[in-house]
């Protein structure tokens, strides 16, 4: 259960990044994630799904899984893209060991949503693997 100033926080930053250009902000964007997924016992993947000029339509934890993975997709999140008519999304997901250093399987996955993705005209801004007290873009790393 969250704290009731990190839920207050949450709700403020989650209307922040629905009333703005998300892209204009990448700190609230980033605060955002990590206080959505940050302090999760096991790992939560979502999406932030973006309109053309890259506002958020909506963000949605799409899969769950244990303390060190999670199954992920790639169907389910095009479905999900095409069911809100995204033109573009940020994938997320949390590291509940407290290092949001990605792995290969990371790097793999990405690859794969964003191959996916492309199919049906949508881009994948970036990739953010986020704890309790940071956010790794992978977009800013060169990886994507």
Known sequence: MRHPIASQALELLACETRE?????????????????????????????????????????????????????????VVIEALNRNAAAVILCHNHPSGSPQPSQADLTLTSTLKAALALVDVRVLDHLIVTRMEAVSLAERGMM
């Open 20 to 76: 703005t250009d998300l892209l204009a902000s990448p700190d609230a964007v980033r605060d955002y994630l990590r206080l959505l997924l940050g302090d999760r016992p096991h790992e939560i993947f979502a999406v932030v799904f973006l309109d053309a000029q890259h506002r958020v339509i909506a963000t949605e934890e799409m899969f769950r899984g244990t303390l060190t993975q999670t199954s992920v997709y790639p169907r389910e």
